[in-house]
């Protein structure tokens, strides 16, 4: 049954990319959120 | 003045600039040269097997030769600034790609005839008795080339990394294409008849046609400013 | 309400992944000459269906672009071409590894992954326009291509088809006798990858939409800064 690693791999491989994406996205979300909340820090202090 | 007669027009200006320069048909030719030359080192004619990768290698120096030469049909025009004053004709804009399309699938073909004549020569083929067949193939596959070639062109004039970014279009699009053309090209140079590359016509056919209207109709979207 | 409607969603994505890996694995019989590497097949097929079921709303988002200029369309385009690209790759990775324990060879000449791995071609070279282009130009020349790109598709697999009869390839790729049971398993999971699919392209939209958002709010920031 050596061929089940294939198998695994396939799937595995395909969770990992599949995760990666989902997490780069949470990522760039994460910084713009950031960015959101620098902004609004320094309209405060303005006024 | 009529279709015909506007896209005369704008081949005429096309031809006579690089009459003057002749800069952009000198070095596509040269470039195939230099193609030829290198798989001719690499693969002499004499070889077992070189027969079977003859067509490849005439195909490859067509379309890589031809890149060239289309990448600076618009290449110069933006440049110069030339597309501005294009644009400003009172000329339909799907008019302006047939013209700039005619021009290019000339100036292929003027390096293509120049290309089979050496390649001819330095890999031992013959192509009088098949000129027909293999000149048919030849236009549709070019025809088919510069269609796609020409909208992208335009495209790519306007990115960063022009000319990498014009291959990284025409490639994925042209892949029927050159499939289509080498095994055709490849039957007609063994001597078969045109009855038997009937399928491969098919897709050239349908090829060129289908996409030239497609860029026809979407030419207009992509030089608007 | 929209709360409870992406609770839902999410939960139903969840489920049915959850649903499809028993069937598979569970559920679904071991195929006779195969052997359990076959299992593969049920992702493999998903993915491929996903992709160009992802490069078919490239297409129609870019048509909808160029006749209604509205930006929303153009979102829809990037982020399914995304998602599109990525389910492509699990083809072309799942394709391979499935290959080789059983034809002994990473890559046949099979049209269907032919196509897949041109397919991937192109929408990788849309990605790179978007890159590459202007600011103004991006968006109508991402949609002529993905126009161009996804037309070129059939004419594609019609010329490696031909191709590949002249040349038979030695190993057929549908070598796979499929019982009834294997068919629920492969709609489950198909269902499962396009609600997946869904998913992804949700979270794609919006984190655009509020990149967009969080840029005009910089620039109106800055412009204040300078007065």
Not at chain 3, 97 to 114: C, E, F, G, M, Q
Request: charge should be positive; include cysteine.
């Amino acid at each position: 049954m050596d061929n089940a690693w294939y198998l695994f791999s396939a799937y595995g491989i395909a969770w990992i990319i599949i995760f990666l994406y989902s997490y780069g996205i949470s990522r760039r979300q994460k910084s713009l959120e950031n960015q959101i909340a620098e902004m609004k820090e320094a309209l405060k202090q303005d006024s | 003045m009529n279709f015909i007669s506007k896209v005369r027009t704008i081949v005429w200006k096309d031809f006579t600039h690089e009459l003057r320069s002749k800069e952009m048909l000198i070095s596509m030719c040269v470039f195939s040269f230099l193609v030829i030359i290198i798989f001719n080192f690499a693969f002499p004619p004499g070889m077992g097997d070189v027969d079977r990768i003859i067509p490849g290698i005439l195909w490859v120096a067509f379309i890589f030769s031809g890149l060239l030469g289309m990448g600076r049909s618009f290449g110069v025009e933006k440049d110069k600034g030339s597309l501005q004053g294009l644009l400003l004709c009172p000329v339909g804009r799907g008019t302006i790609y047939v013209g700039k399309m005619v021009g290019n699938f000339i100036f292929m073909s003027m390096m293509e005839a120049f290309t089979l004549a050496i390649f001819s020569l330095l890999f031992n083929v013959n192509p009088f008795p098949v000129l027909i067949p293999l000149v048919l193939v030849i236009v549709l596959g070019t025809l088919g080339f510069t269609v796609v070639g020409t909208i992208f062109s335009a495209m790519s004039a306007n990115t960063r990394a022009r000319d990498v970014m014009l291959s990284m279009l025409v490639f994925p699009i042209a892949v029927p294409l050159i499939i289509a053309s080498i095994k055709a090209t490849g039957k007609i140079l063994d001597g078969k008849s045109l009855s038997e590359i009937y399928s491969w016509l098919k897709i050239l056919v349908a090829f060129d046609l289908t996409f030239l209207l497609v860029s026809y109709l979407a030419f207009q979207f992509v030089v608007e400013e | 309400m929209r709360r409870w409607v992406s609770i839902a969603f999410e939960f139903s994505t969840l489920a049915t992944m959850l649903g499809a890996l028993y069937a598979i694995f569970l559920y679904a019989p071991i195929e006779k000459t195969m052997g359990i590497i076959q299992k593969i097949f049920y992702f493999h097929v998903s993915s491929a269906f996903l992709s160009f079921f992802a490069f078919f709303i490239v297409f129609v988002a870019s048509i909808l672009y160029l006749y209604r200029r509205d930006r929303k369309w153009d979102i829809l385009a990037q982020s399914s071409a995304e998602i599109g690209v990525i389910f492509c790759t699990l083809v072309l990775i799942t394709g391979p590894i499935w290959a080789k324990p059983i034809w002994n060879v990473w890559w046949t000449w099979d049209p269907r992954l032919t196509t897949t791995l041109i397919l991937w071609f192109i929408y990788v070279s849309y990605l790179m326009l978007r890159k590459m282009a202007g600011e103004g130009q991006r968006e109508t020349f991402a949609a002529v291509f993905g126009i161009i790109g996804f037309i070129n598709v059939p004419i594609t697999f019609l010329a490696i088809r031909i191709w590949r009869t002249i040349h038979p390839v030695v190993v057929r790729s549908s070598g796979i006798s499929i019982t009834s049971a294997m068919l629920n398993t492969l709609i489950i999971t198909i269902v499962a990858f396009t609600l997946l699919f869904f998913h992804l392209l949700m979270a794609r939209i919006r984190l655009e939409r509020m990149r967009e958002d969080c840029g005009e709010m910089r620039a109106l920031w800055e412009e204040r800064d300078n007065r």
